[in-house]
């Protein structure tokens, strides 16, 4: 992977890794309907400008809005509200942990859905380490939560490992901020009236303000700018290994804000998730078919982020880097 793209992914592990406490701290005192609304309004506000700048922004829509409305549906208006409303119920660390099996799913649906890549020996190890270390974190949570809470978040498992798949195969072409402030704006009206209907008789307190203000301005403007740059860099499979690193982050949030127990047992797993995404993001050699035919997966890797065939993992990624930039 390239410098860019370990610096993308580690951002991602951290912005994507607090919004648990910050929605925690926010259903407190407000309905995920407004949680949810408030988090999308804001984003697409601070990103609307942006947005115009660049030009074309109602010719992208009209030309791509079938992928772009499945996108929102999949990866915003269901999973974010799924999410907020388990944390009415579950710990942030808790529901951190839990979307930690969104690689493995997303390997799962990119099977589903025809995808050849060779994962190699190397990133099958890497998503075995970093799920070992998920359930090292996450079986003495599980007690925590009830059925209805815990099935909320495998929907929002599933939306997460699926949506970068469009992503990646339907909307690569279509710039960042073009497909991100859409999206957040339809996400918005659509919770709109069920916010309006759930508004706070009496202003929230300062720290439900700051947990909306970081919601929608780091985890969401700048988290999802990040993230759709980082599928374009390494692709939608190896962009959701984040979802490893997310946990970690989860749990050490808790443990400093909210004085939850920092073990042994926890600081393994922090160890076993670290070392599976470096070798679940890392490029690989890929399978060959008989007589010496590279296997689908290797030419998708050049614009999907998929692994590819070398003996130099380093000017693989080059490789990738520059054409995948060609393809923006």
């Not at 670290?274 to 998708?300: I, K, M, N």
Request: hydrophobic residues 50%; contains cysteine.
């Amino acid at each position: 992977m390239t410098a860019r793209g370990w610096f993308l992914f580690s951002l991602m592990g951290v912005v994507w890794g607090i919004p648990y406490l910050l929605i925690k701290v926010a259903v407190e005192d407000l309905s995920p309907s407004m949680v949810v609304f408030t988090r999308c309004a804001l984003g697409a506000l601070l990103l609307l400008p942006f947005a115009i700048r660049q030009g074309g922004l109602v010719r992208t829509v009209r030309a791509h809005w079938a992928p772009m409305l499945a996108f929102a549906c999949i990866e915003i208006i269901g999973p974010w509200f799924t999410l907020t409303d388990a944390e009415r119920h579950l710990s942030s660390s808790t529901a951190g942990l839990l979307i930690a099996g969104v690689p493995i799913v997303g390997v799962l649906a990119a099977r589903f859905l025809g995808d050849a890549e060779v994962l190699g020996a190397r990133r099958i190890t890497g998503l075995a380490l970093g799920l070992a270390g998920v359930g090292v974190l996450t079986v003495p949570h599980l007690t925590g939560g009830d059925v209805k809470s815990l099935g909320e978040v495998l929907l929002t498992v599933v939306g997460y490992a699926t949506a970068p798949l469009i992503a990646a195969r339907r909307l690569k072409d279509v710039p960042t901020l073009q497909l991100i402030v859409p999206c957040l704006t339809l996400a918005a009206l659509v919770y709109a009236p069920a916010a309006a209907a759930t508004w706070p008789a009496q202003t929230p307190a300062p720290s439900v303000l700051a947990a909306l203000a970081a919601l929608g301005a780091v985890c969401t403007a700048v988290a999802f700018v990040a993230f759709l740059e980082l599928i374009k860099e390494i692709g939608p499979t190896r962009s959701t290994v984040i979802t490893y690193v997310n946990p970690a982050v989860a749990v050490a949030a808790g443990a400093l804000f909210l004085d939850e127990p920092l073990t042994a047992g926890i600081l393994a797993a922090f160890a076993l998730i670290l070392a599976g995404s470096v070798l679940a993001t890392a490029g690989g050699a890929g399978g060959r078919r008989p007589g010496g035919r590279r296997a689908a997966g290797e030419s998708e890797g050049r614009t999907t982020g998929g692994p590819a065939d070398s003996t130099d993992d380093r000017t693989d990624d080059r490789t990738e880097g520059r054409t995948e930039g060609r393809a923006l």
